[in-house]
């Protein structure tokens, strides 16, 4: 009898999205259960009754994520010329928020996957925060 391809030895739960190459690397995408607010030094920088937040294990077992719709961020970022490549989200950009006074507030605050894989179709047009830089706050729906 042969032995079990590596993928094979995987259990693939459902709703869950892997890494063809390496089915260890996996992502879970859920709906935030309530409404999310995004602020920096009590700036308010977004806020969603849609976000959504992913849970994925990789090289290591990351924090969870949220992504809000773009049209809910509420102010200006300002993309910079940095882009990544996630196996299974696509090539990201990454954002600096713009200041009040329309110089750069925080460099590298937001990053978004525009074009995303088929797979992770779910955060096309959705923009994250980095925790450390912002507040992030949820509170139940209303």
């Known amino acids: ?15 869950t999205i892997h890494n063809p190459e ?8 859920k709906p935030v259960a309530g409404r999310v607010r995004i602020s920096h030094r009590g ?8 976000a959504l937040r992913v849970l994925e294990a990789g090289k290591d077992l ?10 809910d961020v509420t102010v200006p970022l300002v993309e910079n010329d940095k882009t990544t490549y996630c196996p299974i989200k696509g090539h990201a950009s990454y954002f600096a928020l ?40 949820e509170s139940p729906a209303e």
């Open 1 to 15: 009898m042969d032995k079990p391809s590596r993928r094979e030895e995987v259990t693939l739960a459902k709703e």
């Open 22 to 29: 390496d089915a260890r690397h996996f992502m879970r995408i």
């Open 43 to 50: 700036r308010l920088l977004a806020q969603s009754d849609r």
């Open 62 to 71: 990351y924090d969870p994520t949220i992504y809000l719709p773009a049209g």
């Open 98 to 137: 713009e200041g009040e006074d329309g110089g750069i507030a925080v460099e590298e605050i937001a990053w978004s996957y525009r074009d995303t894989l088929e797979m992770a179709a779910d955060l096309q047009g959705r923009i994250a925060f980095y925790p450390a830089k912002v507040t992030i706050e």
